[in-house]
């Protein structure tokens, strides 16, 4: 008895854990970030919402954030991205503009550069 372990319960054996839970959450945020740019095709006509879109702000964010993951997904760079190319799929789909002329669309990095 002395050799023996305390009974441990099993390891969670499917790695989701916490991470796994926030991937939910993050991908269920996205999708609604998604759902929002198509409400704003649906008027507008058109995915070119300004950076600084007073109506939604975050979701002029998002897409510039989406345009830079992008970048960052086609570049072959080993920076890691949330963009898959699942998401440029769907996004491309719905007729987004990865890349515009308009400085009020294009990221302020770039503009800085």
Same mark, same amino acid.
């Given at each position: 008895?002395?050799?023996?372990? %305390?009974?441990?319960?099993?390891?969670?054996?499917?790695?989701?854990?916490?991470?796994?839970?926030?991937?939910?959450?993050?991908?269920?945020?996205?999708?609604?970030?998604?759902?929002?740019?198509?409400?704003?095709?649906?008027?507008?006509?058109?995915?070119?919402?300004?950076?600084?879109?007073?109506?939604? %702000?975050?979701?002029?964010?998002?897409?510039?954030?989406?345009?830079?993951?992008?970048?960052?997904?086609?570049?072959?760079?080993?920076?890691?991205? %949330?963009?898959?190319?699942?998401?440029?799929?769907?996004?491309?789909?719905?007729?987004?503009?990865?890349?515009?002329?308009?400085?009020?669309?294009? %990221?302020?990095?770039?503009?800085?550069?």
């Amino acid at each position: 008895q002395r050799n023996q372990r %305390p009974n441990r319960s099993p390891r969670n054996t499917n790695r989701r854990g916490r991470g796994g839970r926030q991937r939910g959450t993050l991908q269920a945020r996205w999708d609604e970030m998604y759902q929002r740019l198509v409400e704003y095709k649906n008027t507008q006509g058109n995915c070119l919402v300004p950076n600084r879109y007073d109506q939604d %702000p975050s979701l002029g964010a998002w897409v510039s954030t989406q345009r830079r993951q992008y970048k960052i997904l086609t570049s072959g760079s080993s920076e890691s991205t %949330p963009m898959t190319s699942e998401r440029a799929h769907k996004l491309n789909s719905i007729g987004f503009v990865w890349a515009t002329k308009d400085p009020r669309h294009t %990221p302020w990095e770039t503009r800085f550069e």
